[in-house]
């Protein structure tokens, strides 16, 4: 059956997404890039594109961090992972131009979310379940980056822009160009962007060493000790470096019969990893004894990296994606029109140590330092036929993604996994004269093969999970007065879970945990409901929005110690079945038999529990005419509250925020002020620590100047952590010991003509 569909998805089309008006949280109208047949009700974010390019370059999380309902979770200024609704990891989707990102981000939380920001239309935040039209498993939602990379329409004139940035927070630049034009009647659009940052600042004495490490440098106080100290307070995270090297390239014909166009982008990076696992440093102690931790200390006086007496320890990612993508006209008596996509994408991360990095004299071949390399490599197509007709809006999406996922090297904590899916989904949107309907539903067809190591015995299990989710969603709003709107939504969304939930197991030295997973754990299934209300009138405004998510079956990784309070009368029989050596792995006896063993790592299982998720977002502000521009305050608050059916808290679940807004706009310029007022976190899960709170002020100023022959000159000055507070993401598996950078001015200069 399931070649029967796929036969059909290649006869018919490749796929492209929906599109669709929607309205934002604020109650601006606004298209969103998914779908335009009409108008949605559901909370959305449509980041204007020049709002982001026009700010400091960060990651993909720290550019929407501000926004209510939306945070980070970090692993050094290079990583930074969006959490919607305190909904993560595979339950959040990156999408770039309306497909999912196939990067290794899942595959760890020190995995970037590699996405060019550069020369960008928009950023959309779809929150909350029904984000499903667009990505399966979406119980958290949605971010979509879109570019024109692949124009659907005709480019009116020749555009060339450069750019220049300059942060002082890690002594680094940016240099970007950008060019598009119709050439021949076929559009032109080119961009490249190269970003080069050091470690970055943090204020003196930010670093909190964990427990473990403090145990570890008291079997070397005499000789470590000073050392420490000064790592402490040296004023900067070593080993936070990033840097990243983007290009993309894309032609596109346009007609009344619609468009078609191919694009080729390439994206390679460099990062530090700032934070990594110590079980290296025991398994080699005992291996090599003292000559090692000499070798050590010669490479760091060599090469100036002394972090609390280990070697420097990068990734290096390249990605290739090759697009297709258009719309065909038909404008049939049932089909309108097709739109149509096709991907393919080659993605490779290389975890590495310094050594292997031009510098074999060391000789550390034979210390066990070889690189891991993640990889991932997809290839994903179907269409979106629009059906609509008078009286009704509507869409039947199809799409197929075939994925392969591999882990190779010292670290590779899985073996090679694939996943095929296949989805059929439906859209349809209704006007009736006192409110409107919108409802989507799809169907998919999932299958992850993949396998277990005994880590004892080397025994191999090979598994095979073929199982299909169905998801549903709807929405209903109407307008009580001109000012006033209101909807409501319910959603119910099944996910299957990942890969790494599945076939976890070994030891992660970015979590600093031995992680094991199962792979009869049950599909997650999400019941969500959330009412918005938005009021409008004479430059004042408010938005609310409220939302109560219930998962059955929440996929959590608990350490081993703390999961009595999950469900154990209905996993246990099933860890027994898979691990059967794991009890072994706890018996300090026999840790000394594996060549990998546990080291100082803490022992956590991929365990599944009822859990229910709640809060709220609410805005108000008023926005002032003025003679030469408009002001505008707001207040704004968002709080997320998770726990499991025995009362305890969900892990890594950010506090609660305050935002304070003020901005001034003329013509030709904009002036951005913002305060982000974090709570401290006092409900943590079990193993967690408390997490200060802290306060983000953020500072922008953009200038834009008209030169000869309508060219344009663009100047932001932008300023960030102005007070300069050591600021912790209570969601950050390393918070203590990789704080925030601290304060940060720089310099955007934006030529186009």
Not at 16 to 35: C, H, K, P, Y
Not at 299 to 309: A, K, L, R, T, V
Not at 444 to 456: F, L, P
Request: net charge negative; proline share 2%.
């Amino acid at each position: 059956m399931k070649k029967f569909f796929n036969a059909i998805i290649v006869l018919i089309a490749f796929h492209s997404n929906s599109l669709i008006s929607q309205e934002v949280e604020e109650t601006v109208v606004v298209t969103s890039a998914l779908v335009d047949t009409s108008e949605i009700t559901n909370p959305l974010y449509v980041i204007d594109g020049e709002d982001v390019t026009d700010d400091a370059t960060t990651s993909l999380g720290d550019a929407i961090d501000s926004y209510l309902g939306v945070s980070i979770a970090d692993y050094g200024a290079a990583v930074g992972q969006p959490i919607i609704r305190g909904m993560s990891g595979p339950r959040v989707k990156i999408l770039k131009n309306g497909m999912v990102n196939r990067d290794v981000s899942g595959l760890g939380v020190d995995h970037l979310n590699d996405v060019d920001l550069n020369d960008i239309g928009q950023i959309e935040i779809v929150k909350g379940p029904s984000s499903l039209l667009y990505a399966n498993g979406t119980i958290g939602g949605i971010i979509n980056v879109v570019d024109d990379v692949i124009s659907p329409v005709d480019f009116d004139t020749r555009e060339i822009k450069v750019g220049y940035e300059d942060q002082s927070v890690n002594d680094g630049d940016s240099k970007t160009i950008n060019y598009r034009n119709n050439i021949g009647g076929f559009n032109f659009n080119f961009g490249y962007k190269d970003t080069d940052f050091g470690n970055y600042d943090i204020p003196n004495g930010a670093i909190i060493h964990s427990e473990e490490e403090h145990h570890d440098e008291d079997e070397h106080e005499d000789e470590d000790h000073g050392e420490e100290h000064h790592d402490e307070d040296m004023g900067y995270v070593n080993n936070s470096d990033f840097a990243v090297e983007a290009t993309k390239f894309g032609i596109s014909k346009t007609g009344d019969w619609g468009y078609l166009g191919f694009s080729f982008d390439n994206l390679e990076s460099l990062y530090g990893i700032p934070f990594h696992g110590d079980e290296h440093g025991d398994e080699h102690g005992d291996e090599h004894g003292d000559d090692h931790d000499e070798d050590h200390d010669e490479d760091h006086e060599d090469e100036g990296h002394d972090e609390h007496g280990e070697e420097r320890i990068f990734s290096t990612t390249d990605s290739e994606t090759f697009n297709i993508k258009g719309s065909y006209n038909l404008n049939g008596t049932l089909v309108n029109s097709i739109d149509f996509n096709f991907r393919n994408s080659d993605y490779t991360l290389t975890e590495a140590h310094e050594e292997e990095e031009g510098h074999d004299d060391h000789g550390d071949e034979e210390e066990g330092h070889a690189p891991t390399v993640f990889a991932n490599e997809a290839t994903e197509y179907g269409a979106s036929f629009d059906v609509s007709n008078e009286n009704l809006s509507q869409n039947v999406v199809v799409n197929f993604v075939d994925e392969d996922n591999s882990i190779v090297g010292e670290e590779a904590f899985m073996n090679p996994a694939n996943s095929e899916e296949f989805t059929i989904g439906y859209y349809m949107s209704k006007d009736f004269d006192s409110f409107n309907v919108d409802m989507g539903m799809r169907i998919d067809q999932i299958e992850r093969s993949g396998s277990v190591t005994d880590e004892d015995h080397g025994d191999i299990d090979q598994y095979s999970i073929d199982d299909t989710t169905n998801s549903f969603a709807v929405s209903i709003g109407t307008d009580i007065t001109d000012s006033l709107n209101i909807s409501a939504g319910f959603a119910s969304v099944e996910r299957l879970p990942s890969v790494i939930e599945l076939f976890m197991n070994g030891p992660h030295m970015a979590t600093g945990r031995f992680e094991v997973g199962n792979p009869n754990l049950n599909s997650e299934t999400s019941e969500n409901f959330d009412i918005s209300v938005n009021y409008q009138n004479d430059g004042f405004y408010a938005n609310a929005s409220f939302y109560i998510t219930d998962v059955d079956n929440y996929i959590a990784l608990i350490d081993e110690e703390e999961d009595h309070h999950m469900d154990e009368d209905e996993h246990h029989e099933d860890e027994e079945d898979h691990h059967e050596g794991e009890d072994e792995h706890h018996d300090e006896d026999d840790h000394d038999e594996h060549e990998h063993g546990h080291g100082n790592l803490i022992h956590a299982n991929y365990v599944q529990e009822d859990a229910e998720f709640d809060g709220y977002e609410f805005e108000f502000g008023k926005a002032f005419e003025m003679n030469s521009g408009v002001l505008d305050l707001s207040f704004g608050r968002d709080v997320v509250n998770a726990e499991f059916s025995d009362g305890h808290y969900v892990p890594r679940i950010n506090p609660s925020r305050n935002v304070y807004s003020m901005s001034y706009s003329t013509n030709d310029l904009i002036f951005k002020l913002q305060l982000k007022d974090v709570d401290k976190q006092k409900e943590i899960g079990e193993g967690e620590t408390e997490t200060d709170a802290y306060k983000m002020l953020d500072l922008r100023v953009t200038k834009t100047f008209i030169l000869a022959d309508n060219s344009e000159l663009k100047i932001s000055l932008f300023g960030r952590n102005l007070l300069d507070e050591v600021a912790r993401n209570h969601s950050s598996f390393v918070k203590d010991e990789v704080p925030l950078p601290g304060k940060n001015v720089g310099v955007k200069f934006s030529l186009t003509f």
